[in-house]
Protein backbone atom coordinates (compact mmCIF):
# COMPACT_ATOMS: atom_id res chain seq x y z
CA UNK A 1 0.00 0.00 0.00
CA UNK A 2 1.32 3.27 -0.83
CA UNK A 3 3.08 5.10 1.65
CA UNK A 4 1.28 8.40 1.63
CA UNK A 5 -2.35 6.34 2.09
CA UNK A 6 -4.84 8.60 3.66
CA UNK A 7 -5.23 8.05 7.81
CA UNK A 8 -8.74 8.74 7.01
CA UNK A 9 -9.31 6.38 4.01
CA UNK A 10 -8.39 3.72 6.79
CA UNK A 11 -10.50 4.88 8.88
CA UNK A 12 -13.40 4.99 6.60
CA UNK A 13 -12.57 1.38 5.07
CA UNK A 14 -12.45 -0.32 8.33
CA UNK A 15 -15.89 1.29 10.26
CA UNK A 16 -17.80 0.48 6.50
CA UNK A 17 -16.24 -3.38 7.25
CA UNK A 18 -17.26 -3.76 10.85
CA UNK A 19 -20.79 -1.80 10.30
CA UNK A 20 -21.44 -2.62 6.42
CA UNK A 21 -23.66 0.49 6.06
CA UNK A 22 -22.69 3.87 5.11
CA UNK A 23 -24.82 5.43 7.38
CA UNK A 24 -23.76 3.80 10.47
CA UNK A 25 -20.28 4.48 9.21
CA UNK A 26 -21.20 8.23 8.89
CA UNK A 27 -22.20 8.51 12.36
CA UNK A 28 -19.37 6.83 13.39
CA UNK A 29 -17.02 9.07 11.93
CA UNK A 30 -19.19 12.15 12.64
CA UNK A 31 -19.65 13.38 8.89
CA UNK A 32 -21.96 12.95 6.00
CA UNK A 33 -23.12 9.74 4.25
CA UNK A 34 -21.72 11.55 0.84
CA UNK A 35 -18.71 11.70 2.62
CA UNK A 36 -18.13 8.07 3.37
CA UNK A 37 -19.27 7.46 -0.31
CA UNK A 38 -16.50 9.69 -1.57
CA UNK A 39 -13.60 8.37 0.47
CA UNK A 40 -15.05 4.54 -0.52
CA UNK A 41 -14.96 5.71 -3.87
CA UNK A 42 -11.18 7.01 -3.47
CA UNK A 43 -10.39 3.72 -1.84
CA UNK A 44 -11.86 1.75 -5.26
CA UNK A 45 -9.75 3.70 -7.09
CA UNK A 46 -6.76 3.48 -5.63
CA UNK A 47 -6.87 -0.42 -4.60
CA UNK A 48 -8.39 -1.45 -7.77
CA UNK A 49 -11.06 -3.35 -6.50
CA UNK A 50 -14.85 -2.82 -5.47
CA UNK A 51 -13.65 -3.45 -2.09
CA UNK A 52 -18.09 -3.64 -0.82
CA UNK A 53 -21.43 -4.53 -2.56
CA UNK A 54 -24.69 -4.32 -1.91
CA UNK A 55 -26.52 -7.33 -0.31
CA UNK A 56 -29.41 -8.26 1.76
CA UNK A 57 -28.33 -7.34 4.69
CA UNK A 58 -25.87 -4.39 3.69
CA UNK A 59 -22.62 -3.90 2.25
CA UNK A 60 -20.38 -7.21 1.78
CA UNK A 61 -17.47 -7.48 1.65
CA UNK A 62 -15.34 -8.55 -1.40
CA UNK A 63 -12.20 -10.92 -0.94
CA UNK A 64 -9.57 -8.03 -1.37
CA UNK A 65 -11.75 -6.17 1.65
CA UNK A 66 -11.53 -9.31 3.84
CA UNK A 67 -7.90 -9.79 3.29
CA UNK A 68 -6.97 -6.29 3.78
CA UNK A 69 -9.27 -5.60 6.95
CA UNK A 70 -7.33 -7.94 9.82
CA UNK A 71 -3.70 -5.51 8.86
CA UNK A 72 -5.67 -2.00 8.61
CA UNK A 73 -7.28 -2.90 11.67
CA UNK A 74 -4.45 -3.25 13.59
CA UNK A 75 -2.07 -0.37 11.93
CA UNK A 76 -5.16 1.85 13.02
CA UNK A 77 -5.57 1.28 16.64
CA UNK A 78 -1.42 1.53 16.28
CA UNK A 79 -1.61 4.97 15.24
CA UNK A 80 -4.72 5.83 17.30
CA UNK A 81 -3.13 4.49 20.68
CA UNK A 82 0.64 6.12 19.59
CA UNK A 83 -0.82 9.59 18.69
CA UNK A 84 -3.79 9.28 21.52
CA UNK A 85 -6.45 10.49 18.90
CA UNK A 86 -9.60 9.89 21.37
CA UNK A 87 -11.40 12.87 21.25
CA UNK A 88 -11.96 14.58 25.18
CA UNK A 89 -15.25 14.24 26.83
CA UNK A 90 -16.89 16.77 28.75
CA UNK A 91 -19.24 15.15 31.46
CA UNK A 92 -20.68 18.73 32.19
CA UNK A 93 -22.25 18.71 28.75
CA UNK A 94 -26.16 17.07 28.06
CA UNK A 95 -25.52 13.61 26.63
CA UNK A 96 -27.31 10.10 26.08
CA UNK A 97 -25.57 6.63 26.31
CA UNK A 98 -27.28 3.49 25.94
CA UNK A 99 -26.39 0.39 27.43
CA UNK A 100 -27.19 -3.29 26.95
CA UNK A 101 -28.32 -5.28 30.06
CA UNK A 102 -29.74 -8.89 30.68
CA UNK A 103 -32.41 -8.81 33.57
CA UNK A 104 -29.89 -9.71 35.69
CA UNK A 105 -27.71 -7.21 34.60
CA UNK A 106 -30.97 -4.74 35.47
CA UNK A 107 -30.65 -6.11 39.44
CA UNK A 108 -27.26 -5.75 40.26
CA UNK A 109 -24.86 -3.75 38.21
CA UNK A 110 -27.72 -0.83 36.52
CA UNK A 111 -28.12 0.58 40.55
CA UNK A 112 -24.59 1.32 41.15
CA UNK A 113 -24.07 2.69 37.15
CA UNK A 114 -26.69 5.15 37.55
CA UNK A 115 -25.55 6.22 40.82
CA UNK A 116 -21.97 6.77 39.70
CA UNK A 117 -23.18 8.35 36.33
CA UNK A 118 -25.37 10.91 38.59
CA UNK A 119 -22.08 11.66 40.01
CA UNK A 120 -20.04 12.60 37.16
CA UNK A 121 -22.11 13.75 34.92
CA UNK A 122 -25.63 14.79 36.45
CA UNK A 123 -27.58 15.93 32.57
CA UNK A 124 -26.68 12.94 31.54
CA UNK A 125 -29.22 10.53 30.32
CA UNK A 126 -29.35 6.27 30.46
CA UNK A 127 -31.02 3.97 28.13
CA UNK A 128 -31.01 0.49 28.81
CA UNK A 129 -31.64 -1.77 26.36
CA UNK A 130 -31.77 -5.72 25.67
CA UNK A 131 -29.78 -7.43 23.75
CA UNK A 132 -29.39 -10.01 21.39
CA UNK A 133 -26.04 -12.48 21.48
CA UNK A 134 -26.48 -12.72 17.91
CA UNK A 135 -26.49 -9.74 17.13
CA UNK A 136 -24.62 -7.45 20.09
CA UNK A 137 -21.91 -7.25 18.21
CA UNK A 138 -23.36 -5.17 15.16
CA UNK A 139 -25.47 -3.31 17.56
CA UNK A 140 -22.14 -1.85 19.29
CA UNK A 141 -20.51 -1.98 16.30
CA UNK A 142 -22.82 0.35 14.77
CA UNK A 143 -22.93 2.46 17.20
CA UNK A 144 -26.57 1.69 18.82
CA UNK A 145 -25.29 0.59 21.93
CA UNK A 146 -22.44 2.64 23.79
CA UNK A 147 -21.94 -0.90 26.30
CA UNK A 148 -23.01 -4.18 26.70
CA UNK A 149 -22.32 -5.65 30.07
CA UNK A 150 -22.89 -9.27 30.07
CA UNK A 151 -21.54 -12.97 30.84
CA UNK A 152 -21.72 -14.62 27.61
CA UNK A 153 -18.48 -14.35 25.79
CA UNK A 154 -18.72 -11.63 22.56
CA UNK A 155 -15.86 -13.53 20.44
CA UNK A 156 -15.11 -10.35 17.62
CA UNK A 157 -11.89 -8.86 16.85
CA UNK A 158 -14.23 -5.80 16.72
CA UNK A 159 -14.97 -5.56 20.26
CA UNK A 160 -12.88 -4.81 23.70
CA UNK A 161 -13.82 -6.81 26.79
CA UNK A 162 -13.16 -5.52 30.07
CA UNK A 163 -13.68 -7.71 33.23
CA UNK A 164 -15.36 -6.65 35.80
CA UNK A 165 -16.18 -9.20 38.51
CA UNK A 166 -16.96 -13.26 38.50
CA UNK A 167 -20.19 -14.14 39.77
CA UNK A 168 -20.50 -17.23 41.89
CA UNK A 169 -23.97 -19.41 42.48
CA UNK A 170 -26.36 -20.10 45.10
CA UNK A 171 -29.16 -21.84 46.22
CA UNK A 172 -32.42 -19.84 46.56
CA UNK A 173 -35.78 -20.99 48.32
CA UNK A 174 -38.93 -19.95 49.47
CA UNK A 175 -38.81 -18.02 52.63
CA UNK A 176 -40.84 -20.45 54.51
CA UNK A 177 -40.13 -23.98 52.17
CA UNK A 178 -40.82 -26.82 55.23
CA UNK A 179 -37.63 -29.00 54.08
CA UNK A 180 -34.63 -26.92 53.41
CA UNK A 181 -33.91 -24.76 56.44
CA UNK A 182 -30.27 -25.73 56.73
CA UNK A 183 -27.81 -22.78 55.75
CA UNK A 184 -25.95 -25.88 53.33
CA UNK A 185 -28.38 -28.71 52.78
CA UNK A 186 -26.55 -31.60 51.45
CA UNK A 187 -26.73 -33.31 48.16
CA UNK A 188 -29.16 -36.28 49.21
CA UNK A 189 -31.47 -32.75 50.56
CA UNK A 190 -31.27 -31.42 47.28
CA UNK A 191 -32.01 -35.02 45.66
CA UNK A 192 -35.67 -34.77 47.56
CA UNK A 193 -36.38 -31.50 45.96
CA UNK A 194 -38.61 -30.29 42.87
CA UNK A 195 -35.75 -27.50 40.34
CA UNK A 196 -36.72 -24.74 38.30
CA UNK A 197 -33.92 -23.46 35.54
CA UNK A 198 -33.42 -20.93 33.47
CA UNK A 199 -32.88 -21.89 29.70
CA UNK A 200 -31.73 -19.96 27.01
CA UNK A 201 -28.66 -17.79 25.81
CA UNK A 202 -28.37 -16.35 29.56
CA UNK A 203 -24.73 -16.95 29.94
CA UNK A 204 -25.13 -18.97 32.71
CA UNK A 205 -24.99 -22.45 31.93
CA UNK A 206 -23.56 -23.87 35.58
CA UNK A 207 -26.52 -24.17 37.43
CA UNK A 208 -27.84 -26.45 34.54
CA UNK A 209 -25.06 -28.24 34.08
CA UNK A 210 -24.42 -29.21 37.59
CA UNK A 211 -27.75 -30.30 38.06
CA UNK A 212 -27.04 -32.94 34.95
CA UNK A 213 -23.19 -33.23 36.77
CA UNK A 214 -24.89 -34.66 40.05
CA UNK A 215 -27.79 -36.65 38.57
CA UNK A 216 -30.42 -34.42 39.38
CA UNK A 217 -31.94 -33.40 35.85
CA UNK A 218 -35.11 -35.82 36.12
CA UNK A 219 -35.72 -33.55 39.29
CA UNK A 220 -35.98 -30.29 37.06
CA UNK A 221 -39.84 -29.54 37.33
CA UNK A 222 -40.22 -26.20 35.68
CA UNK A 223 -38.24 -24.33 32.76
CA UNK A 224 -38.53 -20.51 32.39
CA UNK A 225 -36.64 -18.12 29.93
CA UNK A 226 -35.78 -15.35 32.54
CA UNK A 227 -34.08 -15.07 35.74
CA UNK A 228 -36.05 -12.29 36.73
CA UNK A 229 -38.96 -14.80 36.68
CA UNK A 230 -37.30 -17.30 39.74
CA UNK A 231 -38.29 -15.25 42.12
CA UNK A 232 -41.65 -15.38 41.87
CA UNK A 233 -41.91 -19.08 41.15
CA UNK A 234 -40.00 -20.15 44.16
CA UNK A 235 -41.77 -17.72 46.86
CA UNK A 236 -44.73 -19.29 46.11
CA UNK A 237 -43.86 -22.70 45.66
CA UNK A 238 -41.08 -25.62 46.98
CA UNK A 239 -39.42 -25.08 44.10
CA UNK A 240 -35.75 -25.05 44.06
CA UNK A 241 -33.78 -22.59 41.84
CA UNK A 242 -29.56 -22.00 41.36
CA UNK A 243 -28.82 -18.06 41.08
CA UNK A 244 -25.78 -16.22 40.37
CA UNK A 245 -25.07 -15.74 43.98
CA UNK A 246 -25.12 -11.73 43.83
CA UNK A 247 -28.46 -11.71 42.33
CA UNK A 248 -29.44 -14.40 45.02
CA UNK A 249 -28.71 -11.39 47.47
CA UNK A 250 -30.70 -8.65 46.09
CA UNK A 251 -33.50 -10.51 45.37
CA UNK A 252 -33.05 -11.95 48.84
CA UNK A 253 -33.82 -8.21 49.88
CA UNK A 254 -36.66 -7.46 47.85
CA UNK A 255 -38.51 -11.10 47.62
CA UNK A 256 -39.24 -13.78 50.56
CA UNK A 257 -37.04 -16.44 49.72
CA UNK A 258 -33.60 -17.19 51.42
CA UNK A 259 -30.40 -18.26 50.15
CA UNK A 260 -27.99 -21.25 51.45
CA UNK A 261 -24.86 -22.86 50.07
CA UNK A 262 -24.84 -25.41 47.57
CA UNK A 263 -23.03 -28.64 48.68
CA UNK A 264 -21.02 -28.83 45.25
CA UNK A 265 -19.14 -25.75 43.23
CA UNK A 266 -19.94 -24.30 40.10
CA UNK A 267 -17.38 -22.60 38.30
CA UNK A 268 -17.82 -18.78 38.51
CA UNK A 269 -18.30 -16.54 35.72
CA UNK A 270 -17.01 -13.53 34.38
CA UNK A 271 -19.37 -10.53 34.05
CA UNK A 272 -17.71 -7.65 31.13
CA UNK A 273 -17.99 -4.95 29.67
CA UNK A 274 -17.77 -4.96 25.91
CA UNK A 275 -17.23 -1.94 23.84
CA UNK A 276 -16.27 -1.06 20.46
CA UNK A 277 -12.27 -1.08 20.01
CA UNK A 278 -10.55 2.12 19.45
CA UNK A 279 -10.28 4.08 17.19
CA UNK A 280 -14.56 3.37 16.93
CA UNK A 281 -14.80 4.24 20.74
CA UNK A 282 -14.50 7.52 20.48
CA UNK A 283 -14.25 10.53 23.89
CA UNK A 284 -17.83 9.83 25.20
CA UNK A 285 -17.72 5.69 24.88
CA UNK A 286 -14.59 5.81 26.59
CA UNK A 287 -15.36 7.81 29.53
CA UNK A 288 -18.55 5.48 29.88
CA UNK A 289 -16.72 2.92 29.97
CA UNK A 290 -14.80 4.05 33.16
CA UNK A 291 -18.15 4.89 34.60
CA UNK A 292 -18.51 1.19 34.46
CA UNK A 293 -15.47 0.25 35.79
CA UNK A 294 -15.57 2.29 38.70
CA UNK A 295 -19.33 1.80 39.97
CA UNK A 296 -18.01 -2.33 39.73
CA UNK A 297 -15.81 -1.80 42.33
CA UNK A 298 -18.50 -0.69 44.66
CA UNK A 299 -20.44 -3.72 44.45
CA UNK A 300 -20.73 -5.80 47.81
CA UNK A 301 -18.31 -8.83 47.22
CA UNK A 302 -20.72 -10.53 50.06
Do not use: C
Request: no cysteine; hydrophobic share 40%.
Amino acid sequence: MAPDFDLNLVRTFVLLYETRSVTAAADLLGVTQPTVSYGLGKLRRRLDDELFVRGPGGLTATSEAERLYPPLRRALADVTETLGTTTEFDPDRPTQFTLGLSDLGEVTVLPLVLAELAAQAPRARLRVRAFDLETATDQLTRGEMDAIVASPVLDSPRLRRTVLFTEGYAGMVAADHPRLRASAPSQTDLERERHVVVDGATGHTGPREALVEHRLEERIAVRVTRFATLPYVVQDSELVAIVPERVARALARTHSVRIFALPWAIEPVEVAAYTRHAPDRGGPQQWFLEVIRTAMTRMPAW
